[in-house]
Each structure stands twice: as C-alpha cells, then as structure tokens.
C-alpha cells in the first residue's frame, strides 16, 4: 500500500517562491507517474501539474511558466513542485496525487491516492 507525503506549504509575499515535496512511501515500484492538485477556498480541486514515469512535464495554464515540476534523483518517487512568482490567487490547499494509470491527466479523478495536502498561503 502507497501513501503520499506533503511537506513545504506556509506562508509567502506574493512575488516569492516555494517548493514544495511529495514523497510516495510504502511498496512502490517506479518512478510513476504522480500530480499536482490544489483546492483554493469555495472552490473545486484543480488540476496544477503532471509528471509523467520519466520526465515529462504537463501545466495548467495557471501554472505554466511560473511553476515546474522534478523529480528528486536523490529520493525515489518524490517530486518536487517549484514555485515562483507566487500570486495570491495562488493560496490554497496543495495536494499530491499518484495512481494514475488512465484518464485524463489533468482530471482528479484518473488519481486514486492522495496526500493530506499542504497550505499555501500568498500574502499581497
């Protein structure tokens, strides 16, 4: 059994950086295919970032350019969400997602595990 781990949210100015880490622990086999979600207040979950079991990288438009997603070589199945120029339309709940093995990507339900999330919070 696989479980995600969240870990870098807080609190930045707008214009900052963060990143972000997700670690998958448990009997795993990969590197696999993992997402990025988050859910801002009042509002449905939303598709950030997707890496695929290589590197290649997919952006929702919000995110294109001003994040990117790795891969860390140092940890198996963790990936890493950088963020910068942060916006305060950015601030929400940040969620990692793994077990995607059809659908949709930028879709949350083509995910079938998922972490607790971590807060982001962009002061203006």
């Known amino acids: 059994q696989v479980h995600l781990e969240e870990s870098g949210g807080g609190l930045v100015q707008a214009g900052g950086s963060l990143r972000l880490r997700c670690k998958a622990i448990?009997?795993?086999?990969?590197?696999?295919?993992m997402g990025w979600f988050r859910q801002r207040p009042g509002k449905e979950r939303e598709f950030v970032g997707h890496?695929?079991?290589?590197?290649?990288?997919?952006y929702a438009d919000s995110a294109e350019g001003r994040f990117t997603i790795l891969r860390d070589d140092a940890a198996v199945n963790t990936i890493i969400l950088q963020m910068k120029m942060l916006k305060p339309e950015d601030a929400a709940i940040y969620y990692c997602?793994?077990?995607?093995?059809?659908?949709?990507?930028?879709?949350?339900?083509?995910?079938?595990?998922w972490g607790q999330g971590t807060q982001v919070t962009v002061s203006s």
């Open positions: 997602a793994a077990g995607h093995y059809s659908g949709p990507y930028d879709l949350s339900r083509s995910y079938s595990i």
């Open positions: 890496i695929d079991s290589g590197r290649t990288t997919h």
């Open positions: 448990g009997r795993t086999q990969g590197p696999f295919a």
